[in-house]
C-alpha cells in the first residue's frame, strides 16, 4: 500500500505564506506525478499545482505567480510554497499522487489525507 502524510497547513494572515510537505511511502517503483488539489466549503476539488515526472510543472490560473511547487524525488516528497495568499485560497489542500507499485504496472492515484488553509484576517 501507499500512505501521503500533509502537513503545513494552518491559519494565516492576507499576504501571508505558508509551506505544504507531503510525504509518500510504501510500495512505490515509481512516481509519474505530484500535485495539490483543494477544495473550499460548497465548491469542487480542484487543481492547484503538479509536477510531472521530469520537471515540467502545471499551475491553476487563479495560483500562478503566487504558489511553486517543488519535487524532491530521493525524499518521494512534494512541496506547495504559497505566497501572497488571499482569502480566496482557503480550503483543505489534498496531496495527489499518480504511481507505479512495479515494473509493467499501470498508475494509480492515490490521495492524501487533506490540510486546512485558512487566510483570515
Known amino acids: 500500500q501507499v500512505q501521503l502524510v500533509e502537513s503545513g497547513g494552518g491559519l494565516v494572515q492576507p499576504g501571508g505564506s505558508l509551506r505544504l510537505s507531503c510525504a509518500a511511502s510504501?510500495?512505490?517503483?515509481?512516481?509519474?506525478?505530484m500535485g495539490w488539489y483543494r477544495q473550499a466549503p460548497g465548491k469542487q476539488r480542484e487543481l492547484v499545482a503538479n509536477?510531472?515526472?521530469?520537471?515540467?510543472?502545471n499551475y491553476a490560473d487563479a495560483v500562478k505567480a503566487r504558489f511553486t511547487i517543488s519535487r524532491d524525488s530521493s525524499k518521494k516528497m512534494v512541496y506547495l510554497q504559497m505566497n501572497s495568499l488571499k482569502p480566496e485560497d482557503t480550503a483543505v489542500y489534498y496531496c495527489?499522487?499518480?504511481?507505479?507499485?512495479?515494473?509493467?504496472?499501470?498508475?494509480?492515484?492515490?490521495w492524501g489525507q487533506g490540510t486546512q488553509v485558512t487566510v483570515s484576517s
Open positions: 495527489n499522487v499518480l504511481i507505479r507499485m512495479g515494473q509493467g504496472l499501470g498508475p494509480r492515484v492515490y
Open positions: 510504501g510500495s512505490i517503483f515509481s512516481i509519474d506525478v
Open positions: 509536477i510531472i515526472n521530469g520537471g515540467r510543472t
